[in-house]
């Protein structure tokens, strides 16, 4: 792994052009000239398109990227997980769905916090193929999500069946249809299974002109601006100026907790901490 190499190419994309990254690595222009150049050959692709503004990623470079990205973050892991304090006795990397921090994701690290100081942990957030390719090369060991990819390496452990209902701060009542059919409604991506319900369940549904990758930013332009959004029943705050359409379809995804079976092997304190997520799971309104 040219890690100083992969390094450098990331601070390049942070900082716009290679002077600029040489000053920020503390190296000579042409030593960033030569680990880019080593990086490229190596890949057999142009990383980047230099011209006298800076340096643009190419598409090679655009692809690159997240491999780059990930294999700095493994790196830093390794480097972290090398120098644990003498007292810690296990490891426990946690991958959570942006969706399910709030409630499930902070209850799952805060109980093994309080409960197991000995535990070293770290939590990372992604989307579900995130996740799963984590889970995959070990960059997790453990990942709250929905629709998981398991292997015969891994155990899928069922928390709770998690909700989305139709939330709304207009004032049509119960129709339903009125409140989707206004210009502020927000569609909140909840996941590929929410994806394919919805469209199954309103084919004629023209796209919104708003649309959100997470529930809780969902939630907080509805909150300012006003409008409606399908979002996990689990969010909605117990606040006067939203209210559930009770009338409007409601849909359902399973939120699991998948873990690496060999690390697992390490956590005496899984069937508890398992047991306390799987109790805070129960509807309650958001804070």
């Known amino acids: 792994m040219q890690l100083a190499a992969i390094e450098t190419f990331l601070t390049i994309i942070e900082v716009g052009s290679l002077s600029r990254a040489a000053e920020r690595l503390n190296v000579t222009q042409s030593t960033v000239n030569a680990r880019l150049t080593g990086l490229e050959n190596t890949l057999g692709q142009k ?26 973050d493994v790196w830093s892991l390794a480097q972290r997980e090398s120098s644990l304090p003498p007292d810690t006795t296990s490891v426990c990397n946690i991958g959570c769905h942006f969706d399910m921090w709030t409630g499930l994701g902070k209850k799952l690290m805060d109980s093994i916090t309080t409960t197991h100081p000995d535990v070293a942990l770290s939590a990372w957030p992604g989307e579900q193929r995130d996740l799963d390719h984590w889970l995959d090369i070990g960059l997790v060991d453990a990942a709250i999500c929905f629709s998981p990819t398991v292997h015969d390496t891994t155990t899928a452990y069922p928390i709770m069946d998690d909700e989305l209902v139709l939330v ?7 129709d339903y249809v009125a409140h989707m059919q ?21 084919p004629d549904r023209s796209n919104p002109a708003i649309t959100f990758g997470c529930a809780e ?71």
């Open 182 to 202: 206004d210009v502020t409604f927000v569609y909140a991506d909840n996941g590929e299974e929410f994806r394919r319900l919805y469209a199954a369940t309103f």
């Open 168 to 174: 709304s701060s207009l004032s049509y009542g119960e």
């Open 217 to 287: 930013w969902a939630l907080e332009h509805i909150r300012t601006i006003g409008g409606a959004a399908y979002m996990p029943r689990r969010l909605v705050p117990d606040e006067a100026f939203l209210s559930m359409i009770e009338t409007a379809p409601v849909f359902h995804r399973a939120a699991t907790l998948v873990v690496n079976d060999r690390m697992a092997t390490e956590w005496s304190w899984l069937p508890s901490i398992l047991e306390t997520v799987q109790s805070a799971a129960r509807y309650s309104p958001a804070d």
């Open 47 to 72: 990383l980047f398109t230099r011209r006298k503004s800076g340096a643009e990623l190419t598409y090679a470079g655009f692809s690159f990227q997240r491999h780059a990205q990930l294999m700095s």
